[in-house]
């Protein structure tokens, strides 16, 4: 019986092991510490003053120097998740802004509705270095049309689903 446990017990273990590494390998402190450092040397986007994005950089510089591979990896996946999420909505703001300078120009049918939307545009051009929730925020809140273009058009909807997204842990 005892036998049998511990068999058992051994195949779940090399079963848990294939599973977690389905190319049979482990990742190696080195391989993530080379994926940390590729990270914080080879940044994307608008990372430039960017205060949040400054913070997760500082802590994978600590996190790099720690022994314990698995908060290491853990760290970064968050750091991809949080960055990939950011790279997205800033992709998101570009779009937008490229958007309302189209509505400005074939769209606006007064010199209210102009101002309107050069001021949708600043304001989402300057969430650009903001955090992820205020990118989120900034997004929301210039998606709106010109009150005084014409009734009955939503050009919100073109958008602004799903800006409010959890699946990130920061």
Request: with cysteine; charged share 30%.
């Given at each position: 019986m005892n036998r049998k446990l511990i068999l058992t017990v051994l195949a779940l273990g090399i079963f848990a092991e294939i599973y977690a590494y389905p190319n049979g390998e482990k990742t190696t402190e080195a391989e993530v510490?080379?994926?940390?450092e590729q990270a914080i040397q080879n940044p994307l986007g608008h990372f430039q003053n960017n205060k949040e994005y400054e913070e997760f950089v500082e802590q994978l510089e600590i996190i790099k120097s720690l022994q314990d591979l698995e908060k290491k990896e853990k760290f970064y996946k968050n750091f991809q998740k949080y960055n990939n999420r950011r790279l997205e909505l800033e992709r998101d703001?570009?779009?937008r802004a490229k958007q309302l300078e189209k509505e400005v120009h074939t769209s606006a049918t007064s010199v209210e509705c102009i101002r309107f939307y050069y001021s949708q545009k600043i304001k989402i051009e300057a969430a650009l270095t903001d955090t992820n929730a205020q990118k989120e925020r900034s997004l929301l809140e210039n998606s709106e049309p010109c009150p005084a273009s014409v009734a009955g058009v939503d050009e919100s909807d073109?958008?602004?689903?799903s800006y409010y997204d959890d699946d990130y842990d920061y």
């Amino acid at each position: 019986m005892n036998r049998k446990l511990i068999l058992t017990v051994l195949a779940l273990g090399i079963f848990a092991e294939i599973y977690a590494y389905p190319n049979g390998e482990k990742t190696t402190e080195a391989e993530v510490n080379a994926k940390i450092e590729q990270a914080i040397q080879n940044p994307l986007g608008h990372f430039q003053n960017n205060k949040e994005y400054e913070e997760f950089v500082e802590q994978l510089e600590i996190i790099k120097s720690l022994q314990d591979l698995e908060k290491k990896e853990k760290f970064y996946k968050n750091f991809q998740k949080y960055n990939n999420r950011r790279l997205e909505l800033e992709r998101d703001i570009e779009c937008r802004a490229k958007q309302l300078e189209k509505e400005v120009h074939t769209s606006a049918t007064s010199v209210e509705c102009i101002r309107f939307y050069y001021s949708q545009k600043i304001k989402i051009e300057a969430a650009l270095t903001d955090t992820n929730a205020q990118k989120e925020r900034s997004l929301l809140e210039n998606s709106e049309p010109c009150p005084a273009s014409v009734a009955g058009v939503d050009e919100s909807d073109f958008y602004y689903g799903s800006y409010y997204d959890d699946d990130y842990d920061y």
